[in-house]
């Protein structure tokens, strides 16, 4: 895979992981004093990228303090087990519910090959390496790491996921957010500015905290969202009321299927209506093949988010 990346300035990259295509996916290097950490980490397959960068940057493997993912899923954690191999000084940060799955990621890896199938987990992924609990540091909310002259602190932050954490950096202002603010991917971008997706993906959508998540990282006052999917964006205030007009939206769409026993096509139907909706009020043109491409997996997630929340309101 080809190198890719771009400075998002205060000394942090954004780097592509090429997962499923370009433009879906980043993620972070910062550099401080000599020192350097990594937020997020891609799969397996992005790891020769970031050794490759770290060596254009004149960084020294040892150089790397900190591989910080924001949660346990693939798209975001899958290569720190090959990372934190390549990477001999480096401790994991990691949400104190999360850190299991890092130690022994047995249980995920069983489960990611069942939903993909095994050729499909074997191409995505390859494999999930163990980590060595001793480098792993648990994080717990408000937890802070000295990384040269910046502080990085975390921020527990359910909603999306009940082991998420983001991550506010002292120099930029900035927050590491995941997937807790949202995706909005460039080729969606308008006049208008970023296109925000709620990513509910399976299992742990939870619209109640992620209403508090939201306000509790605003009221941080941050100058950007560093965003996994995909890079900065600016005037996080207006992003975020969209975010919580989404948490509602996604919640009225999906209650009047609370009784069905397999909702999960009529979710998806209902989805596609309401994002093809906001996606012309906001300016875009693209074909429904173009839309398919870009937000094809993402809706198709959602669609599964929800369903599961509604069993889980059942039960």
Known sequence: MKLKFHDEGQDVTCIETHYQRSGLASCYLIQSAGEAALIDTGTARTTDNIMQLLTLFGLAPNQVRYVIPTHVHLDHAGGAGQLMQRLPEAELVIHHAGARHMIDPKK????????????????????????????????????????????????DTPGHARHHICIRDSQSGGIFSG??????????????????????????FDPENWHQTL??????????????????????????????????????????????E?????????????????????????????????????VRLCAQGLQVWLQRRRK
Request: aromatic share 8%; hydrophobic share 40%; net charge negative.
């Open 108 to 155: 995920i890896a069983a489960g990611s090959s069942e939903v993909y199938g095994e050729e499909e987990f074997a191409r995505q992924f390859v494999e999930l390496l163990p980590i060595d609990e001793q480098r792993v540091i648990q994080a717990t909310d408000g937890m802070r790491v000295v990384l040269g002259k910046r502080e990085l602190t975390c921020i």
């Open 179 to 204: 997937d807790t603010f949202g995706l909005a991917y460039p080729e969606l971008t308008t006049e208008q500015g970023p296109f925000m997706v709620l990513p509910a993906t399976p299992t742990q």
């Open 215 to 260: 306000d509790r990282l605003m009221a941080l006052q941050p100058s950007c969202m560093y965003l996994t999917h995909y890079g900065a964006v600016r005037n996080p205030e207006a992003l975020a009321l969209t975010l919580h007009q989404e948490i509602d939206a996604y919640v009225a769409i999906a209650l009047p299927f609370a009784d069905l």
């Open 262 to 298: 397999n909702p999960l096509d009529a979710l998806e139907t209902a989805l596609w209506s309401h994002f093809r909706e906001r996606l012309h009020a906001h300016g875009n043109r693209q074909s429904p093949a173009e839309q398919q491409r870009l937000l094809g997996m993402d």
